[in-house]
Nanobody, 115 residues
Framework: VQLVESGGGLVQPGGSLRLSCTAS????????MRWDRQAPGKERELVAG????????NYADFVKGRFTISRDNAKNTVYLQMNSLKPEDTAVYYC?????????WGQGTQVTVSS
């Protein structure tokens, strides 16, 4: 299993970023996918999840209405569109898959929201 995140960077408050996570080593279209994040000095937390066909999504309360998770099974990629970013969204963002009772994460991509 390999997960590779990209798309992070430095953005001003109120700005937008689109994160991507490309997967390999498993049948991507058969697995629920998630995005987590971890801010400095804090526990890793769930941000959003998406079902195998993209028809069902869920979000943490702190991102509802601002972030959108989506996927393209033909490209083995899951996305996180982040709008109206706030300084408290600063964190390393990871995509995650649970396969055979084990969790896998990528290396993460840094998102910094600052003026």
């Amino acid at each position: 299993v390999q997960l590779v995140e990209s798309g992070g960077g430095l953005v001003q408050p109120g700005g937008s970023l689109r994160l991507s996570c490309t997967a390999s080593g498993f049948t991507f279209s058969s697995y629920f996918m998630r995005w987590d994040r971890q801010a400095p000095g804090k526990e890793r937390e769930l941000v959003a999840g998406i079902s195998t066909d993209g028809g069902s999504t869920n979000y943490a309360d702190f991102v509802k209405g601002r972030f959108t998770i989506s996927r393209d099974n033909a490209k083995n990629t899951v996305y996180l569109q982040m709008n109206s970013l706030k300084p408290e969204d600063t964190a390393v963002y990871y995509c995650r898959v649970r396969r055979l009772s084990r969790e896998y994460w990528g290396q993460g991509t840094q998102v910094t929201v600052s003026s």
